[in-house]
Structure formats: C-alpha cells, structure tokens
C-alpha cells in the first residue's frame, strides 16, 4: 500500500531538487522547496546529456514536457590529429545514442512540472535535524519547519550530507576540466565539422587529455550552442577564473587540436565557461531516515560518464516508485537507499576507471584505430553499462 499524505522538504532546487519535488508531488506528498539563490538558475546554461531512453521515460511520465528541446545524435566519432600533421584523423565511429539538453532548458522544463509544490528562491537552509517524535527540521532565517522526510539535493557540500554522512569529502582526481559553449554561428566556416557534428558527439583526443564536443539548443527556440568539456592533466593556471580559464582553452586548441578544431575553440566566441577541478566522492548510504540525498548531495561522479544529473534523474523516479511501494515513509527511504546507494558507488568506480583511461595516461590517440578505441572502451569500462559506450557493450 502506497504511503501518501507525507510533507516533504527539499534542500536545493536544482536539477535533482525539482526532480525529486516531482516524484514526491507524483506520490501524493505536499512538497515545499527550499533554494538559496534568488537569481534564476538557468543562467548556468551547459551542456547536459542524458540517455534517449530516459528522456523518453521522463516524458512519458510527465517530468519534462515534450516540447523541451534535445539534439540527440546517435553516433560517437573519436577524431586526434594525423601523425605528423595538423588535420584531424578519425580513430573510430561507434554508436552510443544520446538525447544532448541545454541545462537552462532542462532546470526550466522540470520547475515548471513541481505543480502545486512550493519553491522558495533565496531561503538558504541554514541547517536540518531530528524532531524527537522521528520527524525532521529544515532550518531557515525564517524559523523552523517539521516535515516526514527532508531530501538534501543541495549539491556537492550539502548541509543535509554533514548530517547523516559527516566526514565524507570529495577525493581530487588530480586534473580539471573546462566546461562552456560557443554559438553554433562559429562552425559556419567549418561545414565538415558541422556536418559531423549534426549526427555526431565527438572525443578528441590530445596529449595529457581529452575534449568532448556535442551541440546542444540554445536558450533562443531555434538556436544551437557547440557545447564543450576539455580535460587536461596541465597544472591550473595561477589565478584561475573565468578570463583566464578562457584563454587557457584557446591555448590547449591551438596547441593540440587539428586545425579546424583549433580554428572553432580558438577564435570562437564563449559564452559561458566554467573551470571544474575534477572530484568524487559517495556516501554509504544515500538514506537514512527521515533523511535522504539525491544528486550530487549522494555522490559526484567524474564528469567522464555523463551521469550527474542523469542519476539525479533517476533517484527521483526511484523515490517516486519507493513511495508508491511502501507503506511507511522509513520504508520508503530504505527501498530508496537499497537501490540508490549503489548506483552511486558503481558511477564513481566507472568514472575513476575512465579517468585513468582517457586522461591520467592518454593513450597515443594519433596511433589508435577502431580496435585500439573499442579495446580502450572496454577495459575502462570492466564489464560495467554505459550509454556512452554502446556499440561497445553489445559486441
Ligand atoms: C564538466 C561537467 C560535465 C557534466 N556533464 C554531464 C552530462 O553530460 N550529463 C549528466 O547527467 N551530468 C553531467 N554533469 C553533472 C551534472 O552537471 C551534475 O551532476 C548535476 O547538475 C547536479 O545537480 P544537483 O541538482 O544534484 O546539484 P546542483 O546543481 O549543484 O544544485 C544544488 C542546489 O542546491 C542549492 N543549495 C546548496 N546549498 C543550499 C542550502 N544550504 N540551502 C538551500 N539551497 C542550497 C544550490 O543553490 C543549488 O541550486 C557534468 C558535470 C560537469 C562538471
């Protein structure tokens, strides 16, 4: 018998804080949001991409409208340059479809699905707890407020985590990654590289690192942004913010990509760009009730496996079925905490694995052919899913 009637608080309201206000408004539960910010969070707009398969489901199920727009492409081409040359060289096509979204778009899409829930921007929680009957408090400015179950989907240095898994702190993997976009307008002198890109995500590979290159909608209907992450073992530059970050992403075009690669990332305009140092981590047990974590609040995998806020996704449409199959809110959390926690210990190994792989000791790229890609692929991989990867898996 499914629980219903519950009151449910949620710390954050991102990508996972809206998602997971869907599942508990889906389930029957009065759902009340608490974000920090003030300002609108679609102004972080990045490239996101997720499995077509789980667009498909969350559509169905009336998380996102059908009208969000994606790009999805059905095919991953790795390309480095030629040996000796300044061209690009394709080392291998394999087909891994993906459903690539504008994280603006995305943020939009699920905010305006929570319904009747209640969003309250710029309320900072400032810490939850236990009420001595078994409930939980989520403290703001404003005072105190009793809900069944709090869910901590406020990010990697989430309050709610400090609670039920002190201690647990991201592990630095050694190397960073710049994340950003650029108008789709500077392909325009590189029909090759948009034709590929049309029908394509693609890996370049270079020397110490790797870059990821997809076009995803941008913000104006119509419109289309490349959308980039470039990893890179060199040390960060002194200073590191945005100006400089940008300048540093241009040098690393200019002195590893094939030309026509270096000509788009180079000279093209960025509009937005973010530096990451890559990090990860996982707590044990992503519930324990009246407490649970969702997102990066659980566990931040590395960006390699494109599953952040794909298993934001995913934990809400788990909690959404935990609650509709217990009886209990504690026994909902349990069911939750069963079947999440080890997804997010099964991500954070994949992405070290493919860390190690695609940066720590990058392969020479310019050597590799179909079956050197395809035996890298599965080595990272050990035998574990991927939609990245999947012409991979299946063979
Ligand atoms: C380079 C890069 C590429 C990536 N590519 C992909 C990809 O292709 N596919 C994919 O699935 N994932 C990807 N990810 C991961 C993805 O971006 C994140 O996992 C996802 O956005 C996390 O969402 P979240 O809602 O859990 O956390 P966040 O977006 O960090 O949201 C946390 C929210 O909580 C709020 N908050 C924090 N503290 C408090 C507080 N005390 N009170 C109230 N509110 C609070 C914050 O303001 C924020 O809005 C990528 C990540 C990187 C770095």
């Known amino acids: 018998m499914a629980v219903t009637g519950l009151r449910i608080g949620v710390v954050g309201g991102s990508i996972a804080g809206c998602a997971m206000a869907i599942a508990g408004a889906r389930a029957g539960a009065d759902v009340t949001v608490h974000e920090r910010s003030d300002g609108a969070l679609q102004d972080r707009g990045f490239g996101i991409v997720i499995p077509p398969p789980l667009h498909r489901e969350l559509v169905t199920a009336g998380y996102l409208g059908a009208d969000m727009p994606t790009t999805p492409v059905a095919t991953r081409v790795w390309l480095a340059r030629a040996p000796g040359r300044r061209s690009a060289r394709e080392l291998a096509r394999q087909q891994a479809p993906v459903a690539p979204c504008n994280w ?4 939009r899409a699920l905010h305006s699905n929570i319904g009747g829930g209640a969003y309250h921007r710029g309320r900072p929680v400032d810490s939850v707890g236990r009420t001595s009957s078994g409930g939980a408090l989520i403290r703001t400015a404003d005072g105190e407020r009793e809900y069944d179950i709090v869910v901590g989907a406020d990010g990697h240095r989430s309050v709610t985590r400090e609670l039920i898994a002190p201690g647990v702190r991201p592990a630095p993997a050694g190397y960073l990654v710049w994340r950003g976009t650029i108008p789709a307008d500077a392909l325009r002198d590189h029909p090759e590289q948009l034709d590929l890109l049309e029908t394509a995500w693609v890996t370049l590979g270079f020397p110490g690192g790797h870059g990821v290159f997809y076009l995803i909608p941008g913000a104006e209907p119509g419109s289309r942004l490349l959308a980039y992450a470039i990893y890179a073992s060199a040390p960060a530059p002194a200073g590191s913010d945005g100006q400089v970050s940008a300048g540093y992403v241009r040098h690393i075009a200019e002195e590893h990509f094939p030309v026509e690669w270096a000509d788009v990332v180079a000279r093209g305009e960025h509009t937005s ?3 990451h140092p890559v990090a990860d981590f996982v707590v044990p047990r992503a519930a324990e009730p009246p407490f649970l974590l969702a997102g990066d609040a ?3 995998t590395r960006p390699h496996t494109a599953s952040g806020a794909v298993k934001a996704l995913q934990d809400a449409l788990c909690l959404e079925r935990s609650l509709r199959a217990s009886s209990s809110a504690a026994g909902a959390l349990r069911r939750y905490a069963d079947e999440r926690s080890a997804e997010g210990a099964r991500l954070v190994a994949l992405g070290r694995r ?5 940066v720590e000791h990058t392969p020479d790229w310019p050597a590799m ?7 890298l692929s599965r080595a990272a991989l050990d035998g574990a899913d991927s939609y990245l990867y999947g012409s991979v898996q299946r063979e």
């Open 298 to 300: 659980a566990s931040v």
């Open 104 to 107: 603006g778009l995305l943020w």
């Open 354 to 358: 493919l860390g190690r792989a695609l």
């Open 273 to 275: 760009q973010a530096l």
């Open 369 to 375: 052919g179909p079956a050197e890609v395809d035996a």
